[in-house]
């Protein structure tokens, strides 16, 4: 929920700057409901007389966000059943996701914590945050933490650098992953000082001090899902990383009009890997509320996936994963090339033909 202010303001941007024809009481209804902000970088590479843009259609608002279909629920991945105190989510033994933040740069029309970020999104400050680590250093199962929010890189350097910091005085922590949009829609924030505060190391001690600490190993997922995102600033955000010794990897949603043809998923995995970014997980679309027009069946999401095998580079495939609604975690439900009658397989090539295979034991 924004203040009704603030999503009016944000609305009358979007129409100054020609991406909204109009300002209409059903918009401001969905802004009200669901944060609106698109960056300046985002709102560059949006061409305003393609009514089909697939970065409009990404963060312009719409009425469509004011249908809600069958299914369709506050908390689609259930954070909420799997969360021991604020700002953690612990559903997998060995990792936890720590909500630093509830604020993005850019908002997604399709985002699956729709119902907890925006502007009035709470951030972890302490004594919630020193919580949050105390609960981390006493659980020794714990082997990497995963920020996200929101987005973690909205956060200052210091406070970024003092999280870090202290993750990196955790034994039992080995690794550390950010989730992030940040390289893609706001790339001058990838700046030394944000890759000094990524290791732990505040700007201004860093020299001073008896050298930088080198800290964990961070990787760096990306949230990216169309080609053009990949801009010249974006690649060269992403190699400033990939530089500094972070791997990179991505995480794509599935959204109809926007990458569902394989041409353009094809184009994307390509885009990632010249980055210097491994292509990771494709989501299925979470069930959020007011989220119906982005999705795509999933037969057809297989079928998309399917596509891909065979012609574009083991390097560009992606696994396809569902989040199971009610919070019983992710799966792959990618497509399926081996099938057995218990004793003899038949398995499909990428063209389609079918071959038996023996396990010859
Ligand atoms: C997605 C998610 C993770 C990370 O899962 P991976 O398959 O390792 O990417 C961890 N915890 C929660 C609660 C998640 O939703
Ligand atoms: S960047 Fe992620 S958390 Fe932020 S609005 Fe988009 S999908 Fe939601």
């Known amino acids: 929920m924004t203040t009704k202010s603030s999503a009016a303001r944000a609305l009358q941007g979007l129409a100054q700057a020609g991406l909204l024809p109009a300002v209409t009481p059903s918009l401001e209804q969905v802004a009200a409901q669901f944060a609106v902000a698109i960056t300046p970088a985002m709102q560059a590479l949006i061409d305003p007389d393609d009514p ?8 312009v608002p719409s009425e469509q966000e004011l249908r809600i279909q069958p299914g369709e629920r506050a908390d689609p991945i259930g954070d909420e059943a799997h969360s021991p105190l604020p700002g953690i989510v612990h559903r997998y033994p060995d990792r936890i996701l720590l909500k630093l933040l509830h604020a ?21 400050v302490p ?12 659980h020794k199962e714990i082997w990497e933490v995963i920020l996200t929010g929101g987005d973690p890189l909205m956060l200052s350097d210091r406070r970024l650098a003092d999280v870090i910091a202290g993750l990196n005085q ?15 829609v706001d790339p001058a924030r990838v700046t030394p000082e944000l890759i000094a505060a990524l290791r732990g190391n505040l700007p201004s001690e860093a020299p001073v001090l008896t050298g930088a ?4 190993p961070v990787y760096v997922l990306l949230h990216c899902n169309h080609p053009r995102e990949l801009t010249e600033a974006a690649r060269a955000a992403c190699a400033r990383l990939v530089d500094a010794g972070f791997p990179m990897l991505s995480q794509s949603v599935l959204l109809r009009g926007v990458n569902d043809d394989a041409q353009t998923l094809g184009a994307l995995m390509r885009a990632l890997v010249e980055s210097r970014v491994k ?4 989501h299925q679309l979470d069930q959020a509320r007011g989220t119906g027009h982005f999705r795509v069946p999933l037969k057809r999401a297989q079928e998309l996936v399917k596509s891909l095998r065979g012609y574009l580079s083991g390097l ?7 989040d199971i609604p009610g919070g019983h975690g ?3 439900v990618g497509p399926v090339f081996a099938r057995t009658n218990d004793e003899d397989w038949i398995v499909e090539d990428h063209r389609g033909r079918l071959h038996e295979y023996k396990d010859g034991l």
Do not use: N, W
């Not at 843009?53 to 990404?58: E, G, H, M, V, W």
């Not at 950010?178 to 390289?183: F, G, L, N, S, Y």
């Open 213 to 216: 600490k080198e800290g964990k």
């Open 316 to 322: 560009c495939q992606p696994t396809l994963m569902l």
């Open 330 to 332: 992710k799966v792959p």
């Open 52 to 59: 089909a843009d697939p970065i409009a259609a990404q963060f």
């Open 279 to 282: 292509p990771h997980y494709l």
């Open 127 to 138: 004594p919630a945050l020193e919580q949050a680590l105390a609960y981390i250093a006493a």
């Open 104 to 124: 993005c740069p850019v908002y997604c029309r399709f985002c699956f914590r729709r119902e907890q970020i925006g502007a009035h999104g709470e951030v972890l």
């Open 170 to 184: 955790i034994d039992h922590v080995k690794i550390l992953r950010i989730h992030t949009r940040i390289p893609v």
